[in-house]
């Protein structure tokens, strides 16, 4: 595999402290930090304390390494993805823009200063790399047409999300790294799902006060509590600390694949009651945001699993379903999706209509799209309830046909690599499990846009994070026979 080498200065032998200037300066700076913590404390209370204690921590697991940097930006994106510092310095500085930056500032600061840091090259990588230019050409010619600061704003995160996927492409390498970050997206995912069911359980009083809490800190402060349509005589939605059912469910369903995955595996990375766990909390999560779009995109990516190898799970599967539908258990559920199948709800025909709608704009701006503000004519609108569909608004046909070619190579680089060298081991079982998740993306992208919109950026992070680990891990994996050492199979 090439590599670009990078320039470096010293090495980290060069650059090492002496250990008793290093006890030294950590002494100094922890004396600092528990004096501040403590100002804080006195001048503005427990929970800027505890917020600022927090800040810390997570500032100092990013500046430590990189690969720790992207578990506070998975947590972010499952507990706060909307928080905001209350200070407005042209904008508001967004908690998860601010960590995402810091991320990407130490990232490419190792690349430079550290010998052993390399970038490998991949033709689906120089692809993710052609999408990011689409992406900003089609910006720029679509200044003019309602740009707001907000989009300017939501525009810079949307390349900070999308630039995580380098990070994750250069930066974990061995099976240690992905066995960190998968316990890390199935811990952070879980919390947040264990946040929902407590928040339903209570109804709308405990959800409208704990969340009105969060305004001044970036949260809206209307459509607090969530229900189907909108219409308060239907069921409450599970939105947690997500603000909206959909994209929350885009983040429990493909944690919900992994989990099943690490269930059922030989030989999983994660110990297997946390597995079972993490799929009992997410599981009822899931099914209470009533987001169909997640439900079947999580069937979608468990029956790849279970097609794949454990084909076993298809047969109590099967018979749980039907014993479902025989007694009556979850009519509800059962009711919303049957409903969605047949357009008889307003949801489903308001997205056959934004599909008309995107169709019609495609015709008339074929190459580029119309970037990211309105739609140049009365008659016609932006926005419409699919990845693929928005791309082609924005980024045009060129946008479309660069986006198809870097997801589904991703997928068929994947499973490409799993069939070829599949085997009993944890490798084979890691990586099956994100190839379900990435289905399972992919199938949800259909139904929904939050994917790639630039309103969602912490979604947007959590999908190019997914295509990173797949293409990286099968990478790995073809480079084993060679490289059994980098890959890390020995503990």
Not at 136 to 154: K, P
Not at 342 to 361: F, K, P
Not at 438 to 449: K, P, Q, T
Request: hydrophobic residues 60%; glycine residues 8%; charged residues 10%.
């Amino acid at each position: 595999m090439r590599t670009i080498e990078l320039p470096v200065w010293p090495s980290a032998e060069q650059l090492r402290v002496p250990p008793r200037v290093a006890v030294f300066l950590g002494s100094i700076a922890a004396a600092v930090g528990a004096a501040g913590l403590a100002a804080v404390l006195v001048f503005l209370g427990p929970v800027p304390a505890l917020a600022t204690l927090v800040a810390l921590v997570a500032g100092t697991l990013i500046a430590v390494d990189a690969r720790a940097g992207l578990w506070v930006v998975l947590a972010i994106v499952a507990l706060l993805p909307y928080a905001v510092i209350p200070v407005k310095v042209v904008v508001t500085p967004a908690i998860l823009s601010i960590a995402s930056l810091a991320l990407l500032t130490v990232w490419l600061v190792r690349l430079f200063l550290d010998r052993a840091m390399t970038v490998p090259l991949h033709p689906l990588v120089l692809v993710v790399v052609l999408f990011a230019f689409v992406t900003s050409f089609a910006f720029v010619l679509g200044i003019g047409r309602g740009y707001t600061s907000q989009v300017y704003h939501d525009y810079g995160k949307f390349l900070l999300s999308l630039a995580l996927f380098f990070v994750v492409w250069s930066s974990l390498r061995t099976l240690a790294d992905y066995r960190r970050l998968t316990v890390a997206l199935l811990l952070v995912a879980s919390a947040a799902a264990l946040v929902a069911l407590v928040l339903y359980l209570g109804g709308p009083e405990l959800t409208l006060a704990v969340l009105a809490r969060l305004v001044p800190y970036g949260y809206p402060s209307t459509r607090i509590v969530r229900y189907i349509e909108d219409d308060p005589a239907k069921p409450m939605r599970a939105i947690g600390t997500s603000v909206d059912p959909n994209s929350f469910a885009g983040l429990l369903a493909l944690a919900l694949v992994v989990a099943v995955a690490q269930c059922v595996a030989r030989r999983p990375v994660v110990p297997r009651w946390f597995a079972v766990f993490a799929a009992i909390v997410l599981g009822p999560a899931l099914l209470l945001t009533y987001s169909r779009a997640g439900w079947l995109g999580a069937a979608f990516g468990i029956g790849l699993v279970a097609a794949a190898r454990y084909r076993w799970l298809l047969v109590p599967g099967g018979l749980g379903l039907a014993g479902m539908l025989v007694l009556g258990i979850g009519e509800g559920f059962f009711e919303r999706l049957w409903q969605g199948f047949t357009v008889q709800d307003r949801a489903t025909q308001m997205r056959l209509e934004e599909y008309r709608t995107a169709l019609a704009l495609l015709r008339e701006y074929p190459a580029f799209g119309v970037g990211f503000g309105h739609a140049p004519t009365v008659g016609l609108w932006t926005g419409v309830s699919s990845i693929y569909l928005l791309v082609a608004e924005r980024m045009g046909l060129i946008g479309l046909a660069t986006f198809l070619v870097a997801v589904f190579g991703i997928g068929w680089v994947g499973w490409r690599t799993w069939q070829r060298q599949a085997s009993d081991n944890e490798w084979s079982d890691l990586l099956l499990g994100w190839l379900g998740a990435h289905g399972a993306a992919l199938l949800i992208g259909s139904f929904d846009h939050y994917y790639v919109n630039i309103s969602f950026p912490h979604m947007v992070a959590v999908f190019w994070i997914v295509q990173a680990v797949v293409l990286r891990m099968s990478m790995l994996r073809s480079s084993m026979r060679s490289s059994a050492k980098e890959w890390g199979l020995q503990r």
